[in-house]
C-alpha cells in the first residue's frame, strides 16, 4: 500500500463534503437530538462496513461492471432519496397549531428507526462502491494482492466517517435549541427534502457504467 498518509487526507476532505449521508444525519439530529444524529452515523458506518467488505469479495467490482445490476442499485437508491425528501416536504404541510415544537417534534419520530434511515441511505447509493473502486486502487501497489489493502482503506474510511459524524453531531447538537425553532425547523425541513430530492434526481440521472 502506498502514501497511506496521503490517503487519510484525501478521505478527510471527502467525507466533509456535503452530501446524502450529511443531509440525513443534520435532519435526525434537528429534530431529535444526538442520539438521533448518532444512530443514523451508526448506520451509515455500518453500510460502509458492507462496502467494504464487498470491495474486498469482489462483489462491488461485479456491481460496477454489470450495467444491469449497477441500474437497479441506482434507480433504487434514488427512488429512496427522492422518497426521504418527499416526505420531508410533506410533513411541513402536516404540521398544523405546533403549540409545542418539542413535543410534535418526538410524537413525529417515535416510531423512526434513525439507524435503518443511515444505513439504507448508505446502502442503496451505488456510487459509493464505485468510488471504493475507483479511489482505493490509486493508493495500491501495482500488481499486489489487493485483499488486505482494500480492507485497511475500508476501516480507514469508516473510523474517519464515524469520527467527523461524532464531531458534526455533538456540534450540530449546541446549537440546536436555535434550530428547533418552529420557523427554523420548517426551514431544515424544506432545505433538506430538497438536498435528498436533489442527490436522488441526481443519481439517477447517472450515466450507467458498462
Given at each position: ?81 427522492i422518497?426521504l ?5 410533506w ?17 413525529q ?99 450507467t457504467?458498462?
Amino acid at each position: 500500500m502506498e502514501n497511506f498518509y496521503l490517503f487519510v487526507l484525501m478521505c478527510i476532505f471527502l467525507i466533509i463534503l456535503p452530501g446524502p449521508d450529511t443531509a440525513i444525519v443534520t435532519k435526525s439530529t434537528l429534530t431529535v437530538g444526538r442520539s438521533g444524529g448518532l444512530k443514523t452515523a451508526l448506520g451509515i458506518c455500518c453500510a460502509l462496513l458492507i462496502h467494504t467488505s464487498a470491495a474486498v469479495l469482489g462483489l462491488s467490482a461485479i456491481i460496477v461492471k454489470s450495467a444491469l445490476l449497477f441500474s437497479v442499485f441506482k434507480y433504487v437508491g434514488a427512488v429512496y432519496l427522492i422518497y426521504l425528501g418527499v416526505k420531508n416536504l410533506w410533513s411541513l404541510r402536516k404540521k398544523e397549531e405546533a403549540a409545542s415544537v418539542e413535543m410534535n417534534t418526538e410524537n413525529q419520530f417515535e416510531n423512526t428507526s434513525f439507524f435503518k434511515l443511515g444505513f439504507l441511505t448508505n446502502i442503496l447509493n451505488p456510487k459509493v462502491a464505485v468510488f471504493f473502486l475507483t479511489f482505493f486502487p490509486q493508493f495500491v501497489d501495482s500488481g499486489s494482492n489487493t485483499f488486505l489493502p482494500f480492507f485497511i482503506m475500508g476501516i480507514t474510511y469508516t473510523v474517519l466517517t464515524a469520527i467527523w459524524f461524532l464531531f458534526y453531531v455533538y456540534l450540530l447538537n449546541q446549537i440546536s435549541t436555535f434550530m428547533r425553532r418552529p420557523k427554523a425547523q420548517n426551514i431544515i425541513e424544506g432545505i433538506t427534502g430538497s438536498i435528498l430530492i436533489g442527490f436522488g434526481i441526481k443519481l439517477a440521472l447517472e450515466k450507467t457504467h458498462n
